[in-house]
C-alpha cells in the first residue's frame, strides 16, 4: 500500500493531535501531584513520537532532501524542526536518567522540564506550518 505525502503528512498531523491530547493529560497529572504517573505518561508519548519519526518524518525529510524542494527555505524549515526534535529526545534522556537516579538531579530540574515544553512547542508549530505547505503546494 503506498501513500502520497499528503495523506503521510495528514495521517501525522492526526496522530500529532492525539499526542497533544495525551501529554495534555500529563500535564493535568503533574497539577495533581501524580509524579509517577506523570513520567509513565511522557514516556509513553515520547516512545509513540520516536515511532512517528522513524516511521513518517524521517523517510519524508529525507525524501524532500533527495528529490529537491521548491525553495531553501522549506528545507532549512524541516531541518529545524528535526533538530529541535533530537533536542527534545536529548533532554527526555537526561530527565528520565536523573528521574531514576541514574545521573545527579540538577538543581533548576523544573526550568529543564519547562525548556522541553518550550522547545516541544516551537517544534509543534514549525511541524504545522510544514504540514500547511506540504498541503497547500501543488
Known amino acids: 500500500m503506498?501513500?502520497?505525502v499528503k495523506t503521510l503528512a495528514t495521517l501525522n498531523l492526526i496522530f500529532q493531535i492525539l499526542l497533544i491530547m495525551l501529554l495534555s493529560f500529563a500535564v493535568f497529572l503533574v497539577k495533581r501531584k501524580?509524579?509517577?504517573k506523570h513520567c509513565n505518561t511522557v514516556r509513553i508519548a515520547v516512545l509513540l513520537q520516536i515511532a512517528s519519526i522513524v516511521v513518517i518524518m524521517l523517510p519524508s525529510?529525507?525524501?524532500y532532501l533527495k528529490n529537491g524542494t521548491p525553495d531553501i527555505i522549506f528545507n532549512n524549515e524541516m531541518?529545524?524542526?528535526h533538530i529541535l526534535g533530537i533536542i527534545l529526545i536529548g533532554l527526555w534522556i537526561y530527565i528520565n536518567l536523573a528521574y531514576i537516579n541514574i545521573i545527579r538531579w540538577p538543581r533548576n530540574?523544573?526550568?529543564i522540564?519547562?525548556?522541553a515544553?518550550?522547545?516541544?512547542s516551537l517544534a509543534l508549530i514549525i511541524?504545522?506550518?510544514?504540514y500547511i505547505r506540504i498541503y497547500t503546494s501543488g
Open 127 to 130: 511541524g504545522l506550518h510544514l
Open 79 to 81: 531541518l529545524f524542526h
Open 117 to 120: 515544553f518550550i522547545i516541544w
Open 2 to 4: 503506498s501513500f502520497d
Open 109 to 111: 530540574f523544573k526550568s
Open 61 to 63: 525529510m529525507l525524501g
Open 113 to 115: 522540564m519547562r525548556f
Open 34 to 36: 501524580n509524579l509517577q
